[in-house]
């Protein structure tokens, strides 16, 4: 059984800044992506940022620009580093680990983003 466990969200102010911690209990290169996913109150959960085995990442349009996924492999580590918050990024994180045949979730963040 993998563990994740998702840490560093919080409130915070629009334009402000927040990175969240991904830990997975066994290496990340096991899996084929890591990624971020969230859901906001009374909507679908959406992708949001995801990073390769072989470090490739892509984004949401809605967050491109202000957000980064990243990987500490030494740590077995995801990070996303979100910059200038709006209130609509308001939603519970999720980190999600993908491999061939299982699909693996952390229990999430909450980030609440204030106007």
């Known amino acids: 059984q993998v563990q994740l466990v998702e840490s560093g969200g919080g409130l915070v102010q629009a334009g402000g800044s927040l990175r969240l911690s991904c830990a997975a209990s066994?290496?990340?290169?096991?899996?084929?992506?890591m990624n971020w996913w969230r859901q906001a109150p009374g909507k679908q959960r959406e992708s949001v940022a995801a990073?390769?085995?072989?470090?490739?990442?892509n984004y949401a349009d809605s967050v491109k620009g202000r957000f980064t996924v990243s990987r500490d492999t030494a740590k077995n580590t995801v990070y996303l580093q979100m910059n200038s918050l709006k209130p609509e990024d308001t939603a519970v994180y999720y980190c999600?680990?993908?491999?061939?045949?299982?699909?693996?979730w952390g229990q999430g963040t909450q980030v609440t983003v204030s106007s």
């Open positions: 066994r290496s990340i290169f096991s899996f084929n992506t």
């Open positions: 999600n680990a993908k491999a061939v045949l299982y699909d693996y």
């Open positions: 990073i390769t085995s072989g470090g490739r990442t």
